[in-house]
């Protein structure tokens, strides 16, 4: 079975200040994986997805994730956040073996909190 | 374009009451998901379809639950005799053909409160 851990629930930082969000995914068979971002009362965008090649992916506004086979892991970055960016971020898990065929499978999400 | 779009935005239930969730897809997306999404929590898979096809409910929390996409467009989550412990947010999620990479495009979710 798959499953996603984000390491911390909450992320307090100054505007301008570097981000990392942490995921952790379990799977025994190859996996594809996303980052999803919530604003309040809206649904979830994607920011980001590895499916396979370079393990530096970039996203949309300023965000990337590195993905690492050895430590599976696909922490998510940005050098310097915005007031804007303060939402909650959700790392997902997809691939064969999982709970259906397509279905992402999400860890219990990051609130990014930026203030000034 | 138009995105994913769901209906209504808000539910109230009394406990005992039937309720019905629309999703509309975008156009001429093939794949359907239903999630599930608790407070403080993430999404949980419900029910997937490919088309008209139901072809996962694995998800499904009991047989009050029961979804449907009878002409592979629009879909309908509908519970029956509601819980409290069925309040949550409802999302739908479409894609554009089969498959584990492809990208899902969410709706703005459903909040549904049993009282």
């Known amino acids: 079975a798959q499953s996603v851990t984000q390491l911390d629930s909450q992320v307090p930082v100054f505007e301008e200040a570097p981000v990392e969000l942490r995921c952790n995914y379990s799977?025994?068979?190859?996996?594809?994986l996303f980052w999803y971002v919530q604003y309040p009362n809206q649904g979830l965008q994607l920011l980001l997805k590895y499916l396979s090649g370079s393990t530096l992916v970039k996203g949309i506004n300023g965000f990337e994730a590195e993905f690492n086979k050895s430590q599976t892991s696909f922490h998510l970055r940005k050098p310097s956040v915005h007031i804007s960016d303060t939402a909650e971020y959700f790392c997902a898990v997809s691939g064969p073996g999982g709970q259906a065929g397509t279905a992402l499978i999400f860890g219990k999400g990051t609130t990014l909190s930026v203030s000034s | 374009g138009a995105g994913v779009s769901q209906s209504p935005r808000y539910k109230v239930a009394k406990r005992g009451q039937d309720v019905a969730l629309r999703c509309d897809p975008i156009?001429?997306?093939?794949?359907l998901f239903w999630y599930q999404q608790a407070l403080g929590q993430g999404p949980e898979f419900l029910t997937y379809f490919q088309n008209e096809a139901q072809l996962d409910k694995s998800g499904l929390p009991s047989d009050r639950f029961f979804a449907e996409r009878p002409e592979g467009s629009v879909s309908t989550l509908k519970i029956q005799r509601t819980q409290q412990e069925d309040s949550a947010v409802y999302l739908c999620?479409?894609?554009?053909?089969?498959?584990?990479?492809?990208?899902?495009?969410f709706g703005p979710g459903t909040r549904l409160l049993v009282l």
């Open positions: 799977s025994s068979v190859s996996v594809y």
């Open positions: 999620a479409s894609s554009l053909a089969w498959g584990s990479q492809e990208t899902q495009y």
């Open positions: 156009s001429g997306h093939v794949s």
